[in-house]
Structures are given as C-alpha cells and as structure tokens.
C-alpha cells in the first residue's frame, strides 16, 4: 500500500509543480487594486473584464483569434489533400513533403521565425497581416497533418472498397465514406493549431511584430514596461481556452491514441 | 479500395497545391535564409546581396563561444532533470485507468500548448518578491524577508523545465504505455522492491526511448527563446535569444541567419541520431 501512496505522492508533487504558476497567476489575476500581490487583497474581476473593454487589449485579442482561426483552417486546407494522397497513391518520393511538413515543428522555432522574416522582407510584403496567416499556418500545418493521417490509417478500408465496388468514383467515396469517417481527425488538427497561433509568439512578432499586435506580444511588450493586472487575467483567460480546446477533442476524439500518433510510433 | 501508383497527372493533382504551399512558404524562405547569411550587413536597413563569410567568421569569438557553450549546457540540463522527473510519472500515469490519463492529458497538453510569454510571466510572478514564494519561505522561517528570485540561472533552468516536461512526458508516454506490465510483475515476484524494478527492469527496455528522448528534449530545450530573456540576466542569453536580439533589435539580419543556419545543422544532426537510434530499434 505504501507504493500507491508513494506514487499518488509523486503524481501530486508533479501536479502542483504544473499548477502553482498558473494558480499564482490567477490568485494574482483578482486582486483589487493595480498591484502584484499574492495571496490577493480584495477580489475583483475588474481584470477579466478589461480583455474586452480596454482598446488594445481588445484589438490584439481580435487580432489574434482572426490570425488563430484563418492560419488553423489554412493549414487544415494544406494538411487534407496531402494526407489524403499518402492515404491513395503509393508514392515513396512524395514522402518528402510529409518531412517538409513535419520541418517546422521540430526544429527550434526561431529558425522558422527567421525564415519568413528574410522571406517577406526580400518580396516586400514585410508587416501585412496575411503574411502572419501563411506563416503560422506553415508552421503549424504538422499538427492537422498528424492528426488527419491518423484519420485516415483508422478508415476500415473494406468499407471504402464497398463503395468503389458500387461504383463510386474516388470524389463520391471521399464525400460520403471518408470525410465523415475522418471529420473528428479534422476538427482535433484545427484545435490543436489553433491553441497554438493563438499562443505563438516569435513567428508573429518577426513577421507583423511592428504593425499588429496580437497578445503573446501584447503582453511581452505590456511586461517590458511593467506589470499590469490585465495580463494575469489575459493569461488565465487562454489557460482556459487551451483546456477547453483540448477537453472538447478529447471528449470527441480519442487522445491516448492521438499521443500515440504524436511521436509517429503507432504507424 | 487499395493504395495505387499514381499514373497519370490527375492522380498527382491533389498533391500539387500542399506541394507548391510547402515548397513557396518553407523551402524557399528556407533558401532565402541561408543566402541572407552571406550578405552584408546594412545599416538601418536589412541587408545587402553580397558574398562575405564574416558572419560566420564571427564564431570565432569569445563571446559567441561562450553563448554557445551556455546553451548547450542550458538544454542539455533541462533534457536530463525532465526525462528524470518525466520518467517515473509517465510511468505511473501508464498505470492509471483510462479516465484519469485524459484528464492528466488534458492539463499537459494545455500546458504545452500555453506561449513562452505566458510561461515566463508566471514564473517571473512566482519568483517576485511580493507575490511569490519568497512570501511563503518568509512565513514559514526560512528567509529572514521576502526577497525575489529572479533573474537568475536557478529560475531560467526552473522556467525551461515547466516549459519542457509536457513535452517530455508526450515523448514518453506511446512507450510506457506498450511496455509489457508482466516485465514489473515478474521482477516484483522474484523480490525485487519496486524501485530495484523500476531501475533494473522499465530502463533497461526502454534505454533506445530514453536517448530518443533525452535528444529531443534538448532541442526542444534549444529551442526555448524567450524564458532566459524574461527570466534571466544577459549572461543567461541562449543561442535563440542571441538570434531574436540581432535580428529584431540590432537589426543585422545576415549574422543572425548564420547563427540560425548553425542551429539547423545542431538540431539536424541530432535529430538525426534519433532517426539513428529508432532505426536500430526496429532492426533489434
């Protein structure tokens, strides 16, 4: 028994290592008067409320969930044909470009940041926001990708050659058969990049940093001149968004098997 | 329906548009980049085309070598305190029913996903002197006042560690969740205590995973630009932050993509050796 209570321990110990920033944060988010103290005095969500109604932070939040939904269903555009191919055609050559998928996300993230910024400096387009769209999409399209060739490798392929044997061509199948069997794969690779364009920072601030602020930047350039409340509150606030992003595809989809596929040990 | 060779053109067709994205927004700024590590500098400017190597003959220095060395020995321990904390919990949470390792899921995944801003906040907050745990060391008779612990090396290595062990812990979870249990079960019967288990039994088994991982994390680790910025003093610059600061702020691009082409080579040859190591893996 003192093995379970060992290891309940150590979980704990884990757990509040994972927790005690964030719950400072959020401690520290409530507080009444425009001070960083922990425990908080007073309680106020004053905080939470100005996300929405002081001008800037409103206009970054806008800025990044415009930037976050567009780059996610753009690399979600990318990702589906791609995967959709290796799933159809045998093709040992176009495994280069599930490598050039994968690319961005394993190597450090500057090197991408820098990248684009020597790309769209060179063609011109340095600071227009759809720049920042294509870029994170790029960035994150591993994400969609992943997930999306899970969707795929799970298809009981008997099922698709009941419907060729019918006479369905390839569209007809894919509309009636695939796409609603990989629907979930979708909607889990949209989160996922989603979750994180909205929480990125060096990709956007290297390639809109000086024309558009979305709020990873918003708050590192709030905490250069000091501390203001409404970070802590911003902060817990995509806390919240990323659990509930991934509760919703966990509920939906199955995420032990996900993490299976994350590391590419499952194919 | 099986899979087919692709014939004709039309069968290539879906794979044109991800191919050309891909190749016009990665590959090319990709080039872009290492040509802009030849350049010269411009003032006020971003570059002029040329061909000089004085970017990279700037390696050469003291100071880049000790940033280097810095960050190599930066990731490389945050690698190994995470794989160490990551191990016995994803070994325990492999154990655990299949509801409460969504939910723990849940909560690293979020975690992992959350912006190195964010992180670096937190922890700047939990380690300032009003509000962090300088405040709780005081009350309990540890610290004489309340006093902040940043910047510092103790809270940029503790920030990289939170940042680093979601992904750990994801690294290692698919392997710890297929290692046979029976492995445990018969070292526990033929006496050994849980730990001599642990230790003698799920590591050696899984010793290709752990390098693999250790791997990874490190340069995920290398990757880590903002933490040593927010949390530590200039000293504490990594090889990331040194990109960042000469590309954004003291504008010379073409030194700042020499360093960033140095990186790729690191992190290509290390993931390479992973790809190694997975490769004798499956031959064993």
């Not at chain 1, 926001?129 to 899970?150: G, M, N």
């Not at chain 1, 698709?160 to 609603?180: C, I, K, Q, Y």
């Not at chain 2, 050309?20 to 590959?27: G, N, R």
Request: aromatic fraction near 14%; proline fraction near 6%; include cysteine.
């Amino acid at each position: 028994m003192t093995v379970t209570w060992l290891r309940r321990c150590y979980m704990a110990l884990v757990a509040f290592f994972l927790a005690a920033p964030l719950a400072v944060v959020a401690g520290v988010s409530v507080n009444e008067k425009k001070t960083l103290l922990f425990p908080p005095r007073g309680f106020s969500l004053e905080w939470y409320t100005a996300i929405f109604t002081e001008p800037e932070w409103r206009g970054a939040l806008i800025a990044s969930l415009g930037l976050a939904a567009l780059s996610a269903a753009l690399a979600v555009i990318v990702a589906l044909p791609l995967s959709w191919f290796f799933w159809r055609r045998v093709a040992p050559w176009a495994r280069v470009f599930q490598v050039l998928g994968v690319a961005p996300f394993m190597l450090p993230p500057v090197i991408t940041a820098l990248g684009f910024l020597s790309f769209w400096a060179t063609g011109g387009f340095y600071g227009a926001p759809w720049t920042a769209v294509i870029s994170h999409a790029i960035f994150f399209v591993t994400l969609p990708l992943v997930t999306i060739s899970l969707g795929f490798s799970s298809i009981d392929r008997s099922l698709v050659e009941a419907a060729a044997t019918m006479g369905a061509d390839d569209r007809t199948v894919f509309r009636t058969v695939v796409a609603p069997l990989i629907a979930p794969y979708m909607v889990s690779g949209f989160a996922f990049a989603f979750v994180l364009s909205l929480n990125e920072y060096i990709v956007a601030y290297m390639t809109v940093g000086f024309t558009m602020e979305t709020l990873p930047v918003k708050i590192f350039n709030a905490l250069r001149y000091g501390y203001t409340p409404t970070m802590a509150s911003v902060s817990i606030f995509f806390v919240a968004i990323a659990v509930l992003a991934v509760g919703l595809v966990a509920r939906y989809g199955d995420l032990p098997k996900l993490m299976g596929a994350w590391t590419g040990e499952e194919r | 329906m099986r899979r087919e060779p692709a014939r004709t053109f039309s069968d290539l067709l879906p794979l044109l548009f991800p191919a050309a994205v891909l190749v016009v927004f990665f590959v090319i700024p990709f080039g872009i980049m290492v040509a802009v590590s030849f350049f010269r500098r411009q003032q006020g400017g971003f570059y002029t085309v040329d061909f000089v190597v004085a970017n990279y003959e700037r390696f050469l220095t003291p100071f880049f070598g000790s940033v280097l060395g810095f960050s190599l020995f930066l990731a490389m321990a945050v690698a190994v305190c995470c794989v160490v904390v990551a191990l016995p919990f994803t070994s325990f949470l492999s154990g655990c029913s299949r509801r409460v390792q969504v939910v723990w899921l849940v909560g690293i995944l979020a975690i992992l996903s959350l912006s190195e801003v964010i992180i670096g906040f937190a922890w700047s907050t939990l380690f300032s002197r009003t509000a962090g745990i300088g405040n709780l060391l005081a009350a309990l008779g540890l610290m004489e006042a309340p006093k902040a612990l940043l910047p510092g090396f103790g809270a940029v290595l503790t920030g990289m560690i939170y940042q680093a062990l979601p992904f750990t812990i994801l690294l290692l979870y698919p392997s710890l969740m297929r290692l046979d249990p029976s492995l445990l079960e018969a070292a526990r019967t033929l006496g050994a205590s849980p730990l001599r288990g642990f230790v003698s039994v799920v590591v050696p088994a899984l010793r290709h995973t752990i390098a693999a991982t250790l791997i990874m994390v490190f340069v995920f680790a290398l990757g880590s630009y903002l933490l040593p910025q927010i949390l530590g003093r200039p000293q504490h610059w990594t090889l990331s932050v040194l990109i960042t600061d000469q590309a954004i702020y003291q504008s010379n691009m073409p030194f700042a993509a020499a360093m960033a082409v140095f990186l790729v080579l690191i992190s290509l040859a290390l993931v390479g050796l992973v790809l190694l190591v997975g490769g004798r893996r499956e031959a064993a």
